[in-house]
């Protein structure tokens, strides 16, 4: 095992500080990474101050994670040491049931070892994540990011990215589709890019006139604004498919007019209850509701690759490691376009 410098939370009362932690040794398997960036994510937010009411202390968030390689296993082909790689939030699963077959190890059956606050099997304990100087990772959960994008804004994508990705690509989003993306933030300005991308007409909406602006400047043909009964009523029944980013409970009922016959909307944000559905508003028009969590890895490497193909990456702001408290009071006011991004020299020169 090797000592390095990380930053962790020892409670949820406690600010983010430094503190040393032991990564394992290089198995034949695994692929070792000195990160170099890594992204903020809100659920590292969520984590430190055990919102979920599952975390493992001391935390050491971070699952946006790009790096080079320091060294790899053996029994590693795909990976040498200089290359720039990611890591997301699994860094291992069973690989054996239904779902790991599938490609779908974050709905393994057995459950997907996360980046950080899950059970560590090599080393007992849990596993610690990318506020920290490296990690080593089972070369089977190891992306390769292109080197044509900017390092720096591709480190959300291994989250943020993803999670806007994996419903889009599923539900099968083409060119000539109008696709509207609810809320404008960290997820939100990842869909509307992603959606443009992909040849959708894309319509932001959100409750805020003053987000118009940044909207078409990320990709938007047109921005909804959802309090307006009157441009909710032009726009009823015309959506191929909504992607619904808003992180806390509420209404989906006036959404759902918005949508065609036969037409979904997927829910990446609010993990916890909603507001009453309305039986009427999926029963007429066959409408559906639905959700999705981040990807697997095949397709996390098909968002990347497709990011390298269309020059897709996040809109950042740097922030050095020793920041990271005041960056959080930040997220918690959602005060940051649109993702916050730790230089890890920060930490590592220290």
Same mark, same amino acid.
């Given at each position: ?62 699952? %946006? ?15 040498? %040491? ?57 070369? %089977? ?71 118009? %602006? ?137």
């Amino acid at each position: 095992m090797s000592k390095i410098k990380a930053y962790a939370a020892q409670s949820k009362e406690a600010d983010l500080e430094p503190m040393d932690i032991e990564r394992r040794e290089l198995t034949d398997d695994d692929v070792k990474i000195d990160i170099l960036y890594c992204g903020v994510c809100h659920s590292d937010l969520h984590q430190v101050r055990n919102d979920w009411k599952n975390s493992k202390y001391p935390v050491v968030p971070g699952h %946006e994670i790009v790096g080079k390689v320091m060294a790899v296993g053996k029994n590693v082909s795909n990976f040498k %040491e200089g290359d720039l790689v990611g890591v997301g939030c699994m860094v291992d699963s069973c690989q054996e049931c239904g779902a790991c077959k599938d490609d779908l190890e974050q709905f393994c059956e057995k459950g997907a070892t996360m980046t950080y606050n899950s059970k560590d099997k090599h080393m007992g304990g849990h596993t610690f994540g990318g506020y920290s100087e490296n990690i080593v990772v089972d070369k %089977e959960f190891v992306l390769k990011v292109p080197t044509n994008i900017d390092a720096k804004a591709a480190a959300p994508l291994l989250c943020a990215g993803i999670t806007t990705w994996s419903p889009l690509a599923h539900w099968g989003v083409k060119k000539g589709d109008k696709v509207g993306v609810i809320g404008l933030g960290g997820l939100g300005h990842m869909g509307i890019k992603f959606a443009h991308a992909m040849g959708a007409h894309t319509v932001m909406i959100t409750t805020s006139p003053s987000k118009s %602006e940044d909207a078409k400047s990320l990709g938007a043909d047109e921005v909804l604004i959802s309090k307006n009964d009157d441009d909710m009523e032009k726009h009823a029944g015309s959506f191929d498919f909504l992607l619904n980013t808003i992180p806390v409970g509420h209404d989906v009922n006036p959404y759902l007019s918005l949508l065609k016959r036969d037409s979904t909307m997927v829910l990446v944000g609010a993990i916890e209850p909603l507001e009453a559905v309305h039986g009427g508003s999926v029963i007429m028009g066959r409408k559906r509701i639905a959700g999705s969590l981040i990807g697997g890895i095949k397709e996390t490497q098909e968002m990347l690759d497709f990011c390298g193909e269309h020059n897709v990456v996040c809109d950042i702001e740097m922030i050095d490691m020793q920041n990271i408290n005041e960056a959080y009071d930040r997220l918690t006011k959602s005060d940051v376009k649109y993702r916050f991004v730790i230089d890890m020299k920060s930490l590592k020169e220290s």
